[in-house]
């Protein structure tokens, strides 16, 4: 079959594959326990659910605008007003089908064939074939120590005539991680000087942990005119469990914004009005889920991470925020990939190969999920691994036998 030289560059999302084999197991009543997912197990809020059942009722569901309804733009200024303490204008926003769609029309919007496009590793699934969709070269930069930590020389060193843009995401896909605020003032500042587009991937930014505040990258920022090269993408999937609802936004400079608009617009058209009006409600109502979220999942996190240090061999690195954790078990297994399907085959447990996200030797493993979830699948992955395992383990009276040294 003929096929374009993009389409055959790129490869369908691991994770999204993930959570079908998953679906798939449970259908045929296999008791998996996915750690492989990446969104909240808890309820939308009421509010949102009320609003977009409203605009159902109503029988008059239609086309919008394609960069977005009034009522969401108006709720996506008051937010960054509150959390990022800027004032945008609603020609500054577009609302888009998930902040996956917001980051892919940015690129979109800013890539010539050929141009760069470098993000520190671990990294986002997607951001490398979606640069490639946009015919530019992803570069991917691992930080000099090896850490989950980029320092600016590491970025600096990768710039070149190519570079047009680098993607931070903080806390970070999968490590966890949250950038210092020291890289984060150095990064605006680096591309302020080199004119480069830095896109801020903030999805994340309110589920950390340990007292930690969000760091807002505007405040390092010296050019605060319209022509800035700072876009910060956000949404409400995370933080308001709304992966469904496919509500995303990006704030960037009105020419942008105009151009990613018309881009949609020949995409998409503006997300469903019926979303859009969910998303208003979420951001716009009672905020309490948020941070019950947010607890939960510091819960979860520590429960994990007691469990795998427990677990000899493993090597991690506690997550500043997130529902990730991303841990080392090369000493079990080099290929992520082998182990990640020896961990499904054997008992069941689904995890994401850490070389997805640029890592050989790791795994993802998500805390978004209940408690009884993560124990019980690291306990299972202990006993697949550890050779002084017993050789018998139960799951409900499932008994699975050790064939494996
Ligand atoms: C780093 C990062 N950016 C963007 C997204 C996309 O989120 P949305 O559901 O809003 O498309 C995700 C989702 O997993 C993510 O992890």
Redesign the pocket.
Known sequence: MSLSQIARSIKGSP?LALTEKARILREKGDPVIHLGG?EPKSRAPIEAIVAAANNLNSGEVRYCAADGIPELKAAIIRYMDEHYHRKFAPENIIASS??????MIALQAILNPQEEVIFPVPH?V?YPDMVKLCGGIPVPVLAEDGSFYPRIQDIEQRVGSYTKAVII?SPN?PSGAMYSEEFISDIVQFCEKRDLYLIM?D??HRLIFDGKKPINCYDYAKDKSENSKLIV?N????QYAM?GF???WTAANKKLVEVMANIQGHQTGGPSVVLQKAGAAALNGIQSDVENLRVTLENNRNVMIDYLNSFEGVHVTKPDGTFYCFADFSNYEKDSTKLSNFLIDKVQVVTVPGIEFGMEGYLRLSYCGGIKDVREGIERMKWALDPNSPNELYIGDRKLVRDWS
């Open positions: 994770t990446g998930g902040a996956k769609q917001s980051v986002w997607s995401n896909n991937d999805i994340y993408i949404g409400v999937s995370k992966t496919r509500i995303g």
